[in-house]
């Protein structure tokens, strides 16, 4: 793959950013030590009408019980989830009550793009425009991801699919409580177990420790190789934290190209 650098730079919207994080290196370093105790800020809204929605593989019949009453699994739920099919997990997500996030959500924010995809993006919950359209990463944040896809030359919906940890939108965009992601990850990961992508780009903090049952931070864990159930795992920062810490945008960058080159690599091994 041949990329201009910066062309790459430009969608990244780096080139100011750029020439400043040479001239205030110490100014950045004291950035990057204070952004490591702040939050992701919440989702912001942005019409994303135009993006395109893969369909999901064809459905296979869904269980009797499942299709009755596809979120209350009063036993075994999570092998029930283990076993469900693409359809049956989004009509089983759809339905959840699993946990309180059901009482305050407009809908379920199942995820977006090729459920086949070698590519896959999480992040951590819909914010309030995710929760109204029911897409992942909309608003200012996704603007911004798309911008960092293009940057790797990926498109939303071409060869990478982009879900959150939490398929409900926590209240005033908090963070989601650990008995929440414990009822909510088995969903995340039957997709993954589903799709079976090359590689997983964990977008924040929520999504970091979440995949990788941590307490480490997005700057500990990113610049190396993780795994996630078999699934190489790269770590970077959150778009939205991304807005607001714009010198942080460089390191995005880097991590965008390890794993365009780690994408390179596993592709490679998967032809030998
Ligand atoms: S957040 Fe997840 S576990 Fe909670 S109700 Fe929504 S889909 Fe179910």
Redesign the pocket.
């Known amino acids: 793959m041949s990329l201009n650098r910066d062309d790459m730079l430009r969608e990244l919207e780096l080139l100011p950013v750029w020439k400043l994080r040479e001239a205030s290196a110490a100014k950045a370093q004291a950035v990057d030590a204070k952004a490591q105790t702040q939050q992701p800020e919440p989702l912001m809204p942005q019409n994303a009408d135009e993006v395109p929605v893969a369909p999901v593989p064809e459905a296979v019949e869904v269980p009797a019980e499942v299709k009755a009453e596809p979120?209350v699994f009063a036993e075994n739920r999570l092998e029930q989830i283990r076993h469900l099919d693409w359809q049956a997990l989004q009509d089983c997500?759809q339905g959840?009550?699993?946990?309180?996030?059901?009482a305050t959500?407009s809908q379920?924010v199942f995820g977006v793009g090729d459920p086949h995809a070698e590519w896959l993006f999480v992040g951590e919950?819909p914010g309030v425009e995710e929760d109204r359209k029911g897409e992942p990463f909309v608003g200012q944040a996704g603007k911004l991801l798309d911008n960092m896809l293009a940057a790797i030359k990926l498109k939303r919906g071409h060869n990478t699919y982009i879900a959150n940890i939490?398929?409900?939108r926590?209240p005033e965009n908090r963070d989601?409580h650990r008995g929440?992601v414990t009822?909510?990850e088995p969903?995340l990961e039957r997709q993954v177990a589903l799709m079976q992508p090359k590689l997983i780009l964990a977008l924040g903090r929520v999504a970091a420790q979440t995949l990788l049952q941590t307490d480490a931070t997005v700057a500990e864990l990113r610049g190396r190789l993780h795994s996630y159930n078999g699934v190489p795992v790269i770590v970077t920062y959150h778009p939205a934290y991304l807005l607001r810490n714009l010198t942080d945008k460089a390191k995005a960058w880097e991590d965008l190209c390890y794993a365009r080159r780690t994408m390179q690599e596993l592709q490679a091994a998967t032809q030998a």
């Open positions: 979120a997500v959840c009550v699993a946990c309180e996030l059901s959500r379920t919950a939490m398929k409900c926590p989601p929440e009822q909510c969903f």
